[in-house]
């Protein structure tokens, strides 16, 4: 059964500081890997999207990586900002389906001043 | 702009009244979605369409129903609305499957609306 699961499920990180979380999955065949960001209420926002071949992707302060060997992906945030508190979603996509996105659990982030 | 706008953005209402939710898009997308999100199960799919009359079960489609008539507009109907449908709803538009599948980036994106809280007493 394809899979995403996230880690951790919350963290709490002082205003500055930098972080980093993690996403696994054991979808097959892979096709893509994205990370979304959720502010409370609201939709997820695209932060980056990453295919097979391509091993990290900058956007802003948000530096995504994939290793698509170890099916391991991760989202490290530089000097975080009171703004940066929100959920954080892996979304794995499988080739040739219809029903092709895997969503994970989402990491919790609390950015305190 | 663009975006996909659902509607209402919050209701509450009782068992068995029937009810819909909107949702359209003006980036003239083939593929829309609707998922539901509730804590610590992510977000699951209910229903897809691939382009317009085009429609298909996602993970979760158990007392909904959807209907493509047109590009833009993808609603999801809730015949007989029951409590364990208390959930926020979120609608999504592609480009299109082949782009989603994709990943590209600009055209592989996939665009959320803002969700509508629903609430069945």
């Known amino acids: 059964k394809n899979q995403v699961e996230q880690s951790p499920q919350s963290l709490i990180i002082l205003e500055g500081k930098n972080c980093t979380l993690q996403?696994?999955?054991?979808?097959?065949?892979?096709?893509?890997l994205r990370w979304y960001k959720q502010d409370t209420g609201r939709g997820p926002v695209s932060l980056t999207i990453?295919?097979?071949?391509?091993n990290t992707k900058s956007n802003g302060r948000y530096t995504a990586t994939l290793d698509a060997d170890t099916k391991q992906s991760s989202l490290h945030i530089t000097a975080s900002q009171l703004s940066d508190s929100a959920s954080y979603i892996c979304?794995?996509?499988?080739?040739?389906?219809?029903?092709?996105?895997?969503f994970g659990g989402g990491t919790r982030l609390m950015v305190k001043p | 702009e663009a975006q996909v706008t659902q509607n209402p953005r919050y209701l509450i209402t009782v068992t068995g009244k029937k009810l819909t939710v909107t949702c359209s898009q003006n980036?003239?997308?083939?593929?829309m979605s609707w998922y539901r999100q509730d804590p610590g199960l992510g977000l699951r799919q209910i229903y897809y369409?691939?382009?317009?009359?085009?429609?298909d079960k996602g993970d979760v489609p158990e007392g909904y129903k959807v209907s493509r008539k047109e590009k833009r507009n993808f609603p999801l109907i809730l015949e007989s609305p029951s409590p364990n449908q208390t959930s926020l709803y979120f609608c999504?538009?592609?480009?299109?499957?082949?782009?989603?599948?994709?990943?590209?980036?600009?055209?592989?994106?996939?665009?959320f609306g803002e969700g509508s809280r629903l609430t069945v007493l």
């Open positions: 979304v794995v996509s499988v080739l040739n389906a219809g029903n092709m996105l895997t």
């Open positions: 996403c696994n999955y054991t979808v097959s065949p892979f096709s893509n």
């Open positions: 990453m295919t097979f071949s391509e």
């Open positions: 999504a538009s592609s480009l299109s499957p082949g782009a989603l599948a994709s990943g590209r980036a600009r055209t592989g994106e996939l665009f």
């Open positions: 980036m003239n997308h083939e593929y």
């Open positions: 369409s691939m382009n317009v009359e085009v429609t």
